[in-house]
């Protein structure tokens, strides 16, 4: 027998209030009604979930995990009401995708763009945050969908699922007037002068450099300015005598601001989508992985290189 629904959406309430009465005024019961909901619910489960005091109701432990997940579970019934709402107007959706700021550019951009001309109506919204704030939202269903690196070392859990699309190899941005612009390639070591515009803690971008550089014994740079956004990236480097990494995945062509130039002792980030295990997608979240896939294959075909190897 699964939990009851219902005493959940309770929990919740008081878990949101913070106090029994605000709850139920809130959920429109009387106190003693959601007081026996949640005294049944710890009856079933054998355990406090609450503990009452004159400053209020706090969660035990056992809420706390009891909560998390039922926020899951408040939205995805939200999103069921909404979607089956939707249908009766011919709408479809929600999807909601999570994104990494690295592929929004080109690859999600040129996914959208797909979805967009097969003419129907779509109800898409798309979140841009970095790895570690998506993970959770997908986990309680906030989110359908991430679009982000893949299979990274201690990042993967057993409740979500990735899929590898492609490998993105790094290369650096120079501008076509800098000391780099005449250049088609370099190594990391011939660069240790140069002043740098690199990502801030936090992101598989950002490990993904600091390997690069400990792997090729090359020390951290010295002349750096740590930023996330993509578009201060190229107007900077496009501008001035600063250089970064860039990759296939992030560019969209045709490129006029800068020049890329191939790493020789560069590495790559695997490219992919992440679901959570056990929930099946929608026909949109379905026809939106197959234009996702369709945008991988172009991108490898657009850029002409062996370094970005679409996974079939």
């Known amino acids: 027998m699964t939990l009851n629904a219902h005493q959940l959406s309770c929990l919740l309430a008081i878990a949101r209030t913070g106090s029994f ?52 579970l408040h939205t995805m019934l939200e999103d069921a009401e909404l979607e089956v709402r939707n249908l009766d107007a011919a709408i479809n959706g929600p999807l909601r995708i999570g994104a990494t700021p690295s592929v929004l550019p080109a690859l999600l951009s040129s996914t959208l763009v797909r979805l967009q001309s097969e003419g129907r109506n779509d109800l898409i919204e798309v979140i841009e945050d970095l790895d570690q704030a998506l993970g959770p939202k997908l986990r309680n269903g906030e ?13 993967q859990t057993p409740d979500i699922i990735e899929y590898e ?13 800098s000391r780099l612009g005449a250049r088609d390639a370099v190594n990391l070591e011939e660069l240790v002068e140069d002043a740098w515009l690199l990502p801030r803690i936090g992101s598989t971008y950002r490990r993904h450099i600091e390997s690069m550089f400990l792997t090729s014994g090359v020390a951290w740079p010295k002349k750096a300015l740590y930023v996330n956004s993509l578009q201060l990236l190229e107007a900077m480097v496009a501008s001035n005598e600063y250089i970064t990494f860039v990759s296939p995945v992030q560019l969209r062509l045709p490129l006029t601001q800068f020049k890329v130039i191939k790493l020789e002792n560069g590495s790559y980030r695997k490219i992919g989508y992440k679901v959570r295990k056990g929930v099946s997608l929608s026909t949109l979240g379905l026809r939106f992985i197959a234009a996702l896939k369709k945008s991988g294959l172009q991108m490898e075909k657009d850029f002409g290189s062996a370094e970005l190897k679409t996974m079939t």
């Open 165 to 177: 699309l492609l490998r993105d190899r790094f290369c650096i941005a120079a501008g076509h007037h």
């Open 143 to 155: 989110l359908d969908i991430i679009v982000a690196p893949v299979n990274e070392p201690f990042t």
């Open 21 to 72: 009465s605000r709850a139920a005024l809130e959920l429109g019961q009387s106190q003693p009604t959601l007081s026996n909901n949640i005294a049944l619910l710890e009856r079933r489960l054998g355990v406090r979930v609450l503990e009452r005091s004159k400053r209020g109701s706090v969660l035990t432990p056992h809420g706390e995990i009891l909560v998390r997940r039922a926020e899951g």
